[in-house]
């Protein structure tokens, strides 16, 4: 499931931006399909344009009935009716996800500890000072199983002592949920933490929900602003 909204806060519009030759939403499906991990690819939007754009590219799209304070809320509704075991979330402005990026985090629904896993989501390290401090990125400390204690946009944690030996861990936007959790999420009533941060996976912490972090040291390029659209183009161009 790609959840997207065409009125995005911090660049509006950005789906439908062009990214050498196709709009920045059908980049990012075309690069899930890509993976052929799942039975099922939909993008999931409230947009009359994104909708017809992805099947206009031969794709499938959901609308949404409802409006939604986010993506999990929007996926929530298309997925109640579909006969699913695990939903897989890819925000649509990531056009450069991969094979390589998804297989990690299906994996751990069969690893050892995978009936304590509500979800499991993507963490990769950061080492530039301009990225740690950096309000779009979203930064994640975990306990000794890589198991998510919190989120936030402020640097995380606070370095006081520099020979602590810690890692800054960015959190890419790929969540794998069981069916029962998405659900569950859209039942929940909205933190104040959440609200704070805008940060819709602190919902789940706050209601005792696992999130289990999968390492990855892959280049995570989303696409926030103009500027992070122009080096998507640049990469487009250059491959």
């Not at 912490?205 to 390029?221: F, H, N, P, W």
């Amino acid at each position: 499931m790609i959840p997207a909204r065409y009125a995005a806060s911090r660049f509006p519009g950005k789906m439908m931006k062009d990214l050498a030759g196709k709009p920045v939403i059908v980049r990012t499906y075309e690069s899930v399909v890509a993976t052929k991990l799942f039975d099922e690819v939909y993008v999931v939007t409230d947009s009359d344009v994104i909708y017809n754009t992805i099947e206009a590219e031969g794709g499938k799209a959901i609308m949404s009935v409802k409006e939604h304070e986010c993506g999990s809320d929007r996926i929530a509704e298309a997925v109640a009716s579909l006969d699913v075991d695990v939903v897989v979330n890819v925000q649509g402005d990531e056009p450069f996800t991969s094979r390589e990026d998804l297989a990690p985090v299906l994996d751990v629904f069969y690893g050892d500890d995978a009936a304590q896993i509500d979800l499991a989501s993507v963490m990769m390290p950061m080492k530039e000072e301009q990225e740690i401090v950096n309000p779009n990125n979203v930064k994640v400390i975990v306990d000794n199983f890589d198991f998510a204690l919190y989120f936030s946009r402020s640097p995380l944690p606070y370095v006081r002592d520099n020979e602590a030996g810690i890692i800054t861990y960015k959190h890419k936007g790929i969540y794998a949920f069981r069916k029962q959790a998405i659900l569950d999420f859209a039942s929940m009533h909205m933190t104040p933490l959440e609200k704070a941060e805008k940060i819709e996976c602190i919902r789940f912490l706050e209601y005792g929900k696992k999130i289990k972090m999968v390492r990855s040291s892959r280049l995570a390029i989303g696409i926030d602003t103009p500027e992070d659209l122009e080096k998507a183009i640049k990469i487009y161009l250059n491959n």
